[in-house]
């Protein structure tokens, strides 16, 4: 017979796990809403201009709306998880997001309709921070698959959100079902979320990063999303504009060459989430940079070929991919991770998002639409030399 005491130790190992697993799971039902939320602008685009009464050019503020919104939430919401119970805040964000989604398509007016947006990038920012570093804080060092498995469930989203829409939208002849599907999403998150308890925060640990080093390494970090994140979004929002302008493809293969690119991203996260059970995010991050650096220079030599168009598509997503939970998943080995350190690496992601795709837009017609691979490479260059320098701190000495 197991003796009582190791009977009940079994036991509370066992609910441990399930506890765990629970809330793990909450993540990622949280992180394909956000997924499903940050496709969505793009094919409802049309319906809210007509909606509002104004043309394409004006209501693409919206595209700058919502990763404004997004940088708000990162700053106010890195602050709260530091001082409120994580599921708390994560429960509230997801209810205020799914009521400011229901009102988005019923707003006949821009000026209002740009505020409810930057309030559904607030509640996707507070979100993606709580989502990332409750996780942390969860597994700890053994994070990297789950961080992979986080990022992998919001390229779902990301994927299954436009198909979502179209479908809706073809049956209905409105986007208003489009958005009151994604915010029904949201809400059994919330809900499992309020019966649950929040994790303990990250603490510092012998041989990770002395107090200089890891505010460089903030910075490093914060630096570095800003160039992928930059890469990843100029990529997605200007391949099918660079197929279409150079003649590689009508716009339906543009179309199916942009879902490649999000879908290999997705499928890149679940493979890094394969491998990170036996390999280090050092070396997935490694392999990741080298492998979008071929992929881009493959398209920097052979701009106007079909065959290789393709290829450097699927390899960026699928290299690019991997860099986000991969680089989180590194921070939590050599850092203490809190609310507030997750928001300022959030500042970059931002700034990358806004920055890099909007200068590609201000000399994609006068330049070339070349400058949309040109701008991607340079971005990945930058972000591998940033890396290569995060990995020269060194760690603080142990005794």
């Not at 969505?40 to 709306?65: E, H, I, K, M």
């Not at 990770?208 to 914060?222: E, M, T």
């Not at 920097?300 to 986000?324: D, E, K």
């Amino acid at each position: 017979m197991t003796p009582p005491g190791l009977a009940a130790t079994a036991r509370q190992q066992t609910m441990e796990r399930q506890r765990r697993l629970a809330q793990t799971a909450a993540y990622f039902l949280t992180f394909v809403s956000l997924g499903m939320v940050a496709a969505v602008w793009g094919p409802t685009l049309p319906g809210l201009a007509a909606r509002t009464g104004v043309g394409l050019s004006q209501v693409s503020v919206l595209l700058s709306a919502y990763p404004f919104g997004r940088l708000l939430g990162f700053l106010v919401g890195g602050h709260l998880y530091d001082r409120v119970a994580g599921h708390l805040v994560m429960g509230a964000a997801l209810l205020l997001l799914a009521m400011a989604l229901c009102l988005v398509p019923l707003i006949p007016q821009l000026t209002a309709l740009v505020l409810v947006v930057l309030l559904v990038g607030a509640c996707a920012g507070a979100l993606d921070v709580g989502g990332n570093t409750l996780l942390m804080w969860l597994h700890g060092q053994h994070v990297g698959p789950f961080m992979n498995g986080l990022h992998f469930c919001f390229g779902i989203g990301a994927l299954i959100a436009p198909a979502i829409v179209a479908q809706l939208l073809q049956f209905s002849g409105d986007i208003v079902w489009g958005y009151w599907a994604l915010a029904l999403v949201a809400l059994p998150a919330a809900v499992a979320l309020s019966f649950q308890a929040s994790p303990t925060p990250h603490k510092a640990r012998d041989g990770g990063l002395s107090a200089p080093n890891q505010s460089a390494a903030i910075v490093l970090i914060a630096c570095f999303f800003f160039f992928f994140i930059g890469a990843e979004f100029s990529f997605g929002s200007w391949i099918f504009s660079y197929v279409v302008h150079t003649n590689l493809g009508s716009q339906a293969t543009a179309a199916l060459l942009t879902s490649l690119f999000w879908g290999a991203m997705a499928l890149g996260r679940l493979l890094a989430a394969l491998a990170s059970i036996r390999v280090g995010p050092a070396a997935i991050l490694w392999a990741a940079l080298v492998g979008c650096l071929l992929s881009m220079t493959l398209v920097l030599i052979w701009p106007m070929s079909q065959t290789v168009i393709w290829i450097s598509t699927f390899g960026a997503g699928l290299t690019i991919g991997p860099l986000f939970p991969g680089i989180l998943a590194f921070a939590s080995k050599r850092m203490a991770i809190t609310g507030q350190v997750t928001s300022l690496f959030f500042i970059g992601v931002s700034l990358g998002a806004m920055s890099l795709p909007w200068l590609i837009g201000q000399v994609f017609e006068t330049v070339g639409p070349l400058t949309t691979m040109v701008t991607v490479a340079a971005a990945m260059v930058m972000a591998t030399a940033v890396f290569a320098l995060l990995n020269r701190l060194p760690a603080k000495v142990t005794r």
